[in-house]
T-cell receptor
Framework: SQTIHQWPATLVQPVGSPLSLECTVE??????LYWYRQAAGRGLQLLFYSVGIGQISSEVPQNLSASRPQDRQFILSSKKLLLSDSGFYLCAWRGYRSGANVLTFGAGSRLTVL | AQSVTQLGSHVSVSEGALVLLRCNYS??????LFWYVQYPNQGLQLLLKYTSAATLVKGINGFEAEFKKSETSFHLTKPSAHMSDAAEYFCAVSGEGGYQKVTFGTGTKLQVIP
């Protein structure tokens, strides 16, 4: 079966410090991978998606970047964090399940920038 | 273009009462519709999905939703609320195909009062 892992689960970082959040998927190959950010009252905002190694699409201009160095690894990064980068970051992969392409989410990484 | 509107950011029901969470969508193509549930500090879990096979969709934990094209709605219901149903619920819309973007609503927090 497919599983998705995110780490770290919780992170507290000072403004201006770098960031690296990692996501890995097991049990599938060549998955479509996604990074979402969740802020209170604003639902889920799609940040990046990837359809293959080295292929990254950005949905919104921002202080973050993403990379996909391996087929099942998706990394969210920043060189210098801003206060506004605080939030709950969710990685997801999309697979076909019973007639639809369904997003499956990781447990999330909560980032607090102080 | 596609969008989802969830009416009511917070809904409170008594234990044993009917749960009704509202979702209206807009889509330029025949939509796939989803409901996800999120428990505190966790990722999103798929409750149910509509893929045009049947307008009444049954999901996990006793939830169901009915697709009404004339009303562009996909409301989530459960006949009798349980304390464990307290969570945040997200409606989402997508077109057919794994390359299609998934757009989420802003979420509805369900409180169950004993």
């Amino acid at each position: 079966s497919q599983t998705i892992h995110q780490w770290p689960a919780t992170l507290v970082q000072p403004v201006g410090s770098p960031l690296s959040l990692e996501c890995t998927v097991e049990g599938t190959s060549n998955p479509n991978l996604y990074w979402y950010r969740q802020a209170a009252g604003r639902g889920l905002q799609l940040l990046f998606y990837s359809v293959g190694i080295g292929q990254i699409s950005s949905e919104v201009p921002q202080n973050l970047s993403a990379s996909r160095p391996q087929d099942r690894q998706f990394i969210l990064s920043s060189k210098k964090l801003l206060l506004s980068d605080s939030g709950f970051y969710l990685c997801a992969w999309r697979g076909y399940r019973s007639g639809a392409n369904v997003l499956t989410f990781g447990a999330g990484s909560r980032l607090t920038v102080l | 273009a596609q969008s989802v509107t969830q009416l009511g950011s917070h809904v409170s029901v008594s234990e044993g009462a009917l749960v009704l969470l509202r979702c209206n969508y807009s889509s330029s193509v025949p939509p796939y519709l989803f409901w996800y549930v999120q428990y505190p500090n966790q990722g999103l879990q798929l409750l149910l999905k509509y893929t045009s096979a049947a307008t009444l969709v049954k999901g996990i934990n006793g939830f169901e939703a009915e697709f009404k094209k004339s009303e562009t709605s996909f409301h989530l219901t459960k006949p009798s609320a349980h304390m464990s149903d307290a969570a945040e619920y997200f409606c989402a819309v997508s077109g057919e195909g794994g390359y299609q973007k998934v757009t989420f609503g802003t979420g509805t927090k369900l409180q169950v009062i004993p």
